[in-house]
């Protein structure tokens, strides 16, 4: 039997300190049934709290409490899965739960970096593990008889001597008294029965049915709705406001000014705003403040110069041709390598700003009294929002409530609570009533936080025989390199060297989906193409050898990926896809990366149909670890697919005198249903090892797999992104090859 011991007391913050409180975690009022029988359990006398994360009903109902927020990844499903297979009780039985913010009793309450499954998957395990132990001790003291002799299935305690058996609601009062285990037995991966099934959306009824379940559907008694104006460009601040207008329209009742950053505040890494000053409207709907907001008389002033797309373009050229910086990674002696090369490749790529545009637009609802602020709302990051409005409104984190709604779309947008959330906060205090702020799309859209502009330029050196002996990377970004020195083809090469620039802007920017690997993995899988092409080889076999390098003698003490992992994802997917076997009119583009601690594989099929590229179909495989719920991880990796799509080829965010050109979808494009990949077959890894990252790994080399196959259609690489611009002057079909 392969079963792990876990110790339940592994640090302060460990699950026996959080079962040893009272209670199971605030209720939102969003919970919803994960199934019909256990939705019948509305008559439940009462309900016994195990554990922080779980309660036991007398009739066996157990609700699972999911502690992270939901932001489309499915966590919300998944995590309770995890608590429910340990402790072995049917599905059918369970009701979900979103938890508020409370970490007392749970750890890591951050929706990011695909991390939420990864690093709860131990903390849950123990959960469930530690409640089914307690309910076993409760039947165990109630029949006289040895814990050993007890077996569980479906919430069912057994005694196979005697015949006995009584279900997890009978004891589970008695068990809510016992003493926690000091360590608990985790199952053997085999005998999973949740954990690897296809479980539906817990909140997918609410959904379908347009329930409310998002911030956007908050409501409260005596609540206002507040808008807000900021500068209309970058480096501006307001210089005059005449508001009279505005404020004798219907429904408003005041207008004022609010600075989320005042002197003497400091702010964290989740309070961005190049917007602190702004102009708040109150009123009492959406229709009447938008029309108060438009009748607004604002004088605005430059602050210094405002800066334009090619400005950033110039700064980060000029960085790549003539910066200096001390090396992010050296290896042997490249500058050798480069001098005795008998082939050098190199090339340069560039993206844009990208706006995360979630289709729920940004917006909190806050009621701040004088000994209390309740806040609730879509937001990644809810401990780090409690903070700063701690600071902002001299309140203790005590005195601070937050809730978590299902949030339409995050994409990292929702990591920055220092614009919205702070904001809600602040107008409520100062209107002395609660209220919820809503951004329409175009405050958001021109008010950033964008994934950065970046640049990078690679160079491959080729010995006589056509085998890599020298890499080079430069990178340089607004506010930050893309850049990671550590990554594969670091390791595989004996001269390597990194380097890492960045240029400073009044733009702000942070985390997009798969920050950083969004950009660099399309360049570096573009680059690694071409490289393989100038050497003589099949661009699968040449990134092989490359591994098998690095499993048999890796360079460098430092590499962060597993090379044989990496490896194996790239052979199942040349497997699957039959790569190597032509079919007429079908052009193939081959990409892998490792991101998020999880390794994917693409294989993309590009065909020509009138004139225009299409993307037939995309081959994915995945290795990252144990699979929770494949339906939900396939909606995971899919939707990662279409978005990197998207964004390559047609989505930018460009600046003139310091303003966003694009402040709605017509003029920011992303892709559309016809646009989308006709086809995704993926597979995952069976490895049995600890779950890794899901929710953002499939995005970043999709972008290569689309360019290497489109190179081969066209015969033309592409070095600039989107490769489409809104004109589709950037890429047509001018002389297609095949």
């Known amino acids: 039997m392969n079963s792990t011991v876990l110790k339940t007391t592994v640090n302060r913050r460990s699950f026996l300190k959080a079962s040893a409180l009272a209670g199971g975690g605030m209720m939102l009022g969003f919970n919803w049934s994960a199934t019909p029988a256990a939705a019948q359990a509305s008559g439940v006398s009462a309900w016994h709290n195990v554990n922080a994360f779980l309660k036991i009903s007398d009739d066996g109902i157990v609700t699972i409490m999911s502690p992270n927020p939901e932001i489309g990844q499915n966590v919300k499903t998944a995590m309770p899965m995890i608590v429910a297979e340990e402790l072995d009780v049917d599905w059918k039985n369970v009701v979900v739960e979103q938890a508020g913010l409370d970490t007392g009793k749970f750890r890591r309450q951050l929706a990011g970096g695909s991390q939420s499954i990864r690093q709860g998957w131990k903390g849950l395990r123990m959960a469930g593990a530690s409640a089914r132990r307690m309910l076993l001790d409760a039947a165990a003291k109630a029949w006289d008889v040895p814990v050993a002799e007890l077996t569980t299935e479906a919430g069912v305690i057994s005694h196979k001597g005697s015949g006995r058996t009584i279900g997890y609601g009978s004891v589970a009062s008695a068990a809510a008294g016992m003493a926690v285990p000091e360590e608990v037995v985790l199952k053997d991966p085999k005998d999973f029965k949740i954990i690897g099934t296809s479980q539906k959306n817990v909140d997918a009824v609410k959904i379908i049915k347009g329930e ?5 559907d908050y409501k409260a008694e005596g609540m206002l709705i507040a808008m807000i104006e900021h500068a209309p460009a970058f480096g501006m601040k307001m210089k005059s406001l005449d508001d009279a207008e505005a404020r004798a329209m219907p429904g408003i009742h005041d207008i004022f000014t609010i600075n989320v950053a005042p002197e003497g505040f400091e702010p964290q890494w989740s309070d961005i705003n190049a917007f602190p000053e702004k102009i708040v409207i109150l009123g009492n709907s959406t229709w009447e403040v938008m029309k108060a907001k438009k009748a607004l008389n604002v004088v605005w002033e430059a602050t210094g110069a405002l800066e334009s797309s090619a400005d950033h373009e110039a700064g980060l050229t000029d960085l790549l041709q003539n910066g200096t910086t001390e090396p992010a990674r050296r290896d042997g002696d490249p500058e050798a390598a480069f001098a005795n090369a008998a082939q050098i490749v190199e090339r340069t790529y560039a993206a844009p700003f990208l706006a995360h545009n979630t289709m729920e637009p940004m917006n909190f609802f806050a ?51 220092g614009d919205f959330g702070l904001e809600a906060a602040m107008i409520s205090q100062k209107a002395g009533v609660p209220v919820k702020l809503v951004y329409t799309r175009e405050d958001d859209m021109t008010q950033g936080t964008y994934r950065p502009a970046y640049q990078v330029m690679y160079r491959a050196a080729l010995d006589e025989d056509n085998k890599l002996i020298g890499f080079h990377v430069r990178g340089a970004g607004i506010h930050g390199s893309p850049v990671f020195a550590n990554r594969f083809p670091a390791g595989t090469v004996d001269n390597y060297l990194a380097e890492n620039f960045t240029l400073e802007s009044d733009v702000s920017t942070g985390a997009w989906r798969a920050p950083r690997s969004n950009f660099i993995a399309g360049a570096e899988q573009m680059f690694l ?32 990926y597993d090379a044989a992992r990496y490896a194996g994802v790239l052979r199942l997917i040349k497997e699957k896809a039959n790569w190597g076997a032509d079919t007429p009119g079908v052009y193939r583009g081959v990409s892998a990366y490792f991101c998020h601690n999880s390794y994917v594989a693409q294989i993309a099929d590009v065909v020509i149909a009138d004139n225009m590229p299409k993307v037939h179909k995309v081959w994915c495989a995945v290795d990252c670890g144990i699979v929770i719920n494949p339906g939900s991880a396939l909606n995971q990796i899919e939707g990662g697919i279409v978005d990197g799509i998207g964004h390559a080829m047609y989505s930018a965010m460009s600046f003139e005198d310091g303003a966003p050109d694009q402040n709605n979808f017509n003029r920011y494009k992303l ?4 646009q989308a990949p006709k086809e995704i077959e993926t597979f995952f890894v069976d490895n049995g090892i600890d779950p890794t990252g899901l929710g953002e790994p499939s995005l970043p080399p999709v972008a290569a797999a689309l360019a290497n196959a489109l190179a081969k259609a066209t015969g033309k690489r592409l070095y600039k992104q989107p490769f489409f611009n809104v004109q589709r002057e950037y890429f047509e079909i001018k002389d297609p090859v095949g």
């Open 529 to 560: 193409d071409e490289v393989a092409e100038a050497a003589g080889k099949d661009p699968i076999d040449f990134r092989l050898a490359l591994f098998e390098r690095a499993i048999a003698n890796p360079v460098g003490e430092r590499n962060d």
């Open 671 to 674: 892709i559309r249903n016809p």
């Open 212 to 216: 409310p379940l998002y911030g956007i």
């Open 367 to 417: 009621d701040v009294t004088a000994d209390h602020a309740t806040l609730h709302g879509p937001i990644q990051t809810p401990e780090f929002l409690r903070s700063s409005v701690s600071k902002l409104l001299g309140m203790s984190e005590e005195q601070i409530t937050i809730g978590m709604t299902r949030m339409g779309g995050g994409f990292g947008r929702r990591l920055y609570g």
